[in-house]
């Protein structure tokens, strides 16, 4: 494999993936947006018409959360201010856009707050992490990701060979929902439960130690966008920022269009 031995380069492709994710998952919120606020048709076709891909550009943008965490020096400090980030999203998003007229906005366990507990759970057991080979970190994760995938059915299972039937005493609050364990009540504007998408973030731990190992490609550490370099290393400010914005265009536009009526 050609690499480049491990150095304090930034690792330009990192970056242009996570901003290629970022903007995938924009243009997403934009549609389920617009979608649902002026009941446009065609929004709401786009918003179902990528929603099969949606798990696609989330993995790679939790993975390399996980790659990041590798090359990072204070994960406890990372995870501690995102997660302040996330509750603060959630105090905007359930107490005080429904003030201002924003339905169905409620934001109690998305990307940001997913992403902050995973990164402190890593922080607390990166000693226990290093002992485990990559390659066997990997194959573990598919693993656990496979059998915990049905946890918001009710069910831990591998297809026919194994199935164990969660209570359902457990359903009936929304206490464990960070787990991915609910009540049919339950509803979160943006909802990434610790099961199964924890899995996928310590295989991007696991595929980090890998090159940090081995070593980064060398072509990884050529800029090739500019645009999805920017979005990349801005990520979170992105992230945070694009709801209030389209919310905001939505707003602006409707009573712009009340107007006229």
């Given amino acids: 494999m050609d690499s480049a031995p491990q150095t304090k380069k930034r690792i330009h492709f990192l970056d242009e993936l996570r901003g290629f994710a970022v903007f995938c998952m924009i243009f997403y919120h934009a549609f389920f947006i617009i979608g649902s606020f002026f009941e446009i048709a065609a929004a709401d076709w786009l918003f179902e018409f990528f929603m099969p891909v949606q798990p696609i550009f989330a993995g790679v943008f939790i993975s390399i959360c996980g790659v990041s965490c590798t090359l990072s020096k204070n994960n406890l400090k990372r995870g501690t201010i995102l997660l302040g980030v996330a509750l603060g999203m959630t105090f905007v998003t359930a107490v005080i856009m429904p003030k201002l007229g924003f339905a169905e906005c409620e934001i109690y366990f998305g990307i940001l707050h997913f992403l902050s507990v995973s990164i402190l759970i890593y922080a607390l057991l990166s000693k226990a992490v290093l002992k485990v080979s990559p390659f066997a970190g990997l194959l573990i994760c598919a693993v656990l990701y496979a059998f915990t995938s049905g946890i918001g059915s009710g069910y831990l299972s591998y297809g026919e060979l194994i199935t164990l039937r969660l209570p359902d005493s457990l359903y009936e609050s929304n206490l464990l929902m960070p787990l991915g364990i609910y009540s049919p009540s339950f509803y979160s504007a943006d909802y990434f439960p610790l099961f199964p998408d924890i899995f996928i973030f310590f295989a991007g731990v696991f595929a980090g ?41 939505a707003y602006g536009i409707e009573m712009i269009i009340n107007l006229f009526k």
């Fill in 209 to 249: 130690r890998y090159f940090a190992g081995k070593g980064y490609p060398e072509k990884w550490y050529k800029k090739r966008s500019s645009f999805f370099g920017f979005l990349g290393r801005n990520a979170l400010i992105i992230y945070i920022a694009h709801m209030p914005i389209i919310y905001g265009a």
